[in-house]
Nanobody
Framework: QVQLVESGGGLVQPGGSLRLSCAAS?????IGWFRQAPGKEREGVSC????????YYADSVKGRFTISRDTAKKLVFLQMSSLKPEDTAVYYC????????????????WGQGTQVTVSS
């Protein structure tokens, strides 16, 4: 029933920028981004609370990525700047309701996500 749809991925050169978007079908307490590179496990990238906008960033992206949200429209964005080849991954969004339970669990299928490829 709950849908999370990512968009905005693509091919970009190192040092370039890209903005990802995620549309949620339901209200959420916290929403954020994960990514999975080839041969690696999915990892958290950034998340933001719907209430006060407090954000978290993984060390690997801190200072380069900015997360923002439009709570009313149930949207979350990830502005990615100074992109590096190691940022190449499939990016997924995920969110948790006020129960604290994430809509996409570890062993669920997270769908296709949106592919970000950083290459010259």
């Amino acid at each position: 029933q709950v849908q999370l749809v990512e968009s905005g991925g693509g091919l970009v050169q190192p040092g370039g920028s890209l903005r990802l978007s995620c549309a949620a079908s339901v209200d959420y307490y916290v929403i954020g981004w994960f990514r999975q590179a080839p041969g690696k496990e999915r990892e958290g990238v950034s998340c933001i609370s719907s209430s006060d906008g407090e954000a978290y960033y993984a060390d690997s992206v801190k200072g380069r990525f900015t997360i923002s949200r439009d709570t009313a429209k149930k949207l979350v964005f990830l502005q990615m700047s100074s992109l590096k080849p190691e940022d190449t991954a499939v990016y997924y969004c995920n969110a948790a309701g006020y129960s604290g339970v994430y809509f996409r669990r570890r062993y669920d299928s997270w769908g296709q996500g949106t592919q970000v490829t950083v290459s010259s």
